[in-house]
């Protein structure tokens, strides 16, 4: 029987885990893999459930803690948009912007703290916990918002509207339990591995 194993991870991650959980099922045809993004913690009891997890670091005498590396994100929006709304030179001239945004606390990434400084709540136009609904909200031209730097490498209609900010990028961690079975901890490492090369 195959091994099944879950991947939780935060928003946003896709274009990081997604590549790394294929090459996986390649090298590891035995091991079945369920991806889920979600803000919410995910119960690692099980010894099946990997978590990518932002922020400060983990806590949890049953949990072992990779460091991952810090994610970067930018300020994107589509050429279209671009065409009827001028660049910004600071962070005030967001105010004649309009912009989606992810569905969670607005205090929950360093990038949404920013964003929710600068830029009234009006101004927020479009909010999901989706991920692939962002990049659609965002590619549609009618508003922009924060994506990995990576976006602008696999959307090509994408440009920034603001260069990526250190202030903006988040700590990434990746966990399970110390006693997660033999298959978890061999995709943890795989995966692990393969994230890191990629953060800052």
Not at 62 to 86: E, M
Not at 191 to 196: G, K, P, R, T, V
């Amino acid at each position: 029987m195959p091994d099944h194993i879950v991947i939780n991870s935060v928003p946003m991650m896709g274009d990081l885990v997604v590549p790394a959980v294929m090459h996986i099922c390649r090298t590891m045809p035995e091991v079945k893999i369920t991806y889920r993004s979600d803000a919410a913690v995910a119960d690692l009891s099980d010894l099946r459930t990997i978590g990518v997890r932002s922020g400060p670091e983990p806590v949890g005498e049953r949990l072992a803690i990779r460091w991952l590396g810090r994610i970067g994100v930018t300020l994107v929006a589509s050429q279209d948009y671009i065409a009827r709304f001028p660049l910004p030179d600071r962070a005030e001239d967001l105010r004649h912007h309009d912009f989606a945004s992810n569905d969670f606390c607005d205090a929950q990434t360093p990038w949404s703290r920013w964003l929710h400084k600068h830029v009234e709540a009006p101004n927020i136009v479009f909010r999901t916990n989706d991920e692939t609904l962002l990049r659609q909200a965002i590619k549609s031209g009618r508003c922009t918002g924060f994506l990995p730097v990576s976006s602008l490498i696999w959307s090509g209609e994408l440009v920034e509207l603001m260069p990526a900010r250190d202030e903006w990028a988040s700590p990434l961690w990746l966990v399970h339990d110390r006693h997660a079975n033999a298959a978890c901890r061999s995709v943890a490492k795989e995966l692990a591995d393969m994230m890191s090369r990629q953060l800052m």
